[in-house]
């Protein structure tokens, strides 16, 4: 018997929700005096200073990375801030722009592809476990993120919870910076390959889950997605938002995601045209 089922079957309900943060603090707190002190995290937090609300009263797009984005007319976020997440630099070629900032939380992904992740120009934020395949640098910055204790941050010099998802994560960034409205596009929430959540896979021809064939191509190692946790995270970057007047809308095109307000992506630029 696991911990979680012994909590559910031995302590009264009232109990468990104290005994599992408990529980998921016990198993990140070891984790903390590196991510709180070491040199590159207090740089890091340093620069997240400077970026606390920096963006207030503004807007953001957050580019997932599934196929709905062959679909979408990129071309108009070109002087749009926007978030790029893993290996969407993959894109950049085509799109003649690069993103303004770049989240990758995801170990698999980073260490195959840290010789890319290192050369990017714009600002990147890792996970702190990736200083393990990239060093600090003037644009880079280290985030003290975790598997376990769902929350939502309103400060990324903190803790972040992943939430199954490095879109959740770039939500906790950007309400860090202010944004008064975040854009969801390309979070298509659907994957065609199945299986057990996070279970490891090795990739075996070209990507259906993805913009490109090639995003995680053959014999690329991933791990298959936890949709509940993740509607559950995006539930509480919901109800973040909303809490303080601001707010997430998805104009993914076609999306399967239900937690977000839906709105036309091409109706957020008819003021401009």
């Known amino acids: 018997m696991d911990w979680k089922t012994w909590v559910k079957q031995a302590l009264p309900e009232t109990w468990r ?21 070491h040199p590159w995290r207090l740089e890091s937090k ?24 062959r679909h979408t007319d990129v071309s108009k976020l070109k002087g749009e801030i926007t978030f790029g997440l893993n290996r969407v630099y993959l894109a950049f070629p085509q799109w003649g722009f690069h993103t303004t900032y ?11 592809c840290a010789d890319d ?9 890792f996970t702190w476990r990736a200083r393990k395949w990239i060093p600090l640098d003037e644009r880079t910055i280290f985030l003290f993120t975790t598997y376990m204790g769902p929350t939502f941050a309103t400060d990324a010099r903190g803790r972040l919870w992943e939430g ?12 860090h910076m202010g944004f008064d409205e975040v854009i969801l596009i390309g979070v298509d929430h659907n994957f065609t390959t199945q299986g057990p959540p996070n279970q490891e896979v090795v990739s075996q021809g070209e990507d259906p889950n993805h913009f490109l064939p090639n995003y995680f191509g053959k014999g690329f190692r ?36 239900q937690v977000f307000p839906k709105v036309d992506y091409e109706s957020l630029f008819s003021r401009e045209e």
């Open 17 to 37: 929700p104290w005994a599992l943060r408990m529980y998921h603090t016990l198993q990140w707190l070891p984790q903390w005096p590196a991510a709180a002190l």
């Open 46 to 69: 340093r620069r997240l200073a400077a970026f606390k609300d920096r963006h207030r009263g503004q807007r953001a797009f957050i580019i997932g990375n599934g196929p709905s984005l």
């Open 102 to 112: 770049l989240v990758s939380v995801n170990d698999l992904v980073i260490q195959q």
């Open 117 to 125: 992740l290192r050369t990017l120009p714009m600002w990147k934020f």
């Open 164 to 175: 199954a998802t490095v879109t959740y994560v770039a939500l906790q960034l950007a309400y």
């Open 222 to 257: 991933w791990q298959l997605p936890d949709l509940e946790t993740s509607e559950k995270a995006y539930r509480m970057a919901r109800e973040a938002f909303e809490a303080a007047g601001r707010r997430v809308v998805d104009a993914t095109i076609g999306g399967k995601l």
